[in-house]
């Protein structure tokens, strides 16, 4: 079947849940509760196989008046490398233009991936405090490894 893009509605977030605990597991994504899930929301766009099963996610989180984030990118390791990343990507990137946003951040392990989609790599000191409210949360805090990536739209 067809996997079909989606906004995220509120009976998507455990299947959400679901699948960033598996990136969690790779080792690429930080796991998220349920609480900030259903906070999130509106953020996300979802992948569907077609049916129920949620195959993909991706969120932008609003950051500033100039600033968002891309977040929470995950793609089932069954259908990698058929263009559904980016399809993801884009989709909260078309977001951001329509928000009136056009600086893009993230950080991620998967910088080929993001410098395929035009991110270049940027010193994390440029991206402002706030960014790092989540951070905290993390278990690497304060030894972040990941790469700040970032585009303009
Ligand atoms: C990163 C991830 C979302 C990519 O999804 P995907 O559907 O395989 O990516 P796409 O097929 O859309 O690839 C888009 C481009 O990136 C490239 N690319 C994808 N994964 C890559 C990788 N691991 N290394 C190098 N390039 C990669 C593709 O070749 C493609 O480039 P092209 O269009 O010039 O050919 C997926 O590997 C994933 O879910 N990883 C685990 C979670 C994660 O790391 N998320 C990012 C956290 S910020």
Not at 51 to 68: H, N, P, S
Not at 98 to 112: K, N, W
Request: proline share 3%.
């Amino acid at each position: 079947m067809q996997n079909q893009l989606h906004r995220a509605t509120v009976s998507d977030i455990k299947g959400i849940h679901a699948i960033l605990l598996k990136g969690a597991e790779e080792g690429q994504l930080l796991p998220r509760s349920l609480s900030d899930l259903y906070n999130r929301t509106r953020d996300f766009y979802v992948l569907k196989d077609g049916g129920e099963q949620i195959v993909g996610c991706c969120a932008l989180a609003i950051v500033w008046e100039d600033l968002a984030e891309i977040r929470s990118l995950y793609v089932d390791t069954s259908i990698r490398r058929l263009g559904l990343g980016r399809l993801l990507a884009q989709a909260c990137f078309d977001d951001a233009v329509r928000f009136g946003l056009r600086r893009i951040f993230t950080l991620t392990y998967q910088s080929d991936f993001f410098a395929a989609l035009g991110f270049q790599e940027v010193d994390k000191d440029c991206l402002p405090q706030k960014i790092w409210a989540d951070c905290i949360h993390c278990p690497k805090y304060p030894n972040c490894d990941e790469t700040a990536m970032q585009r303009t739209l």
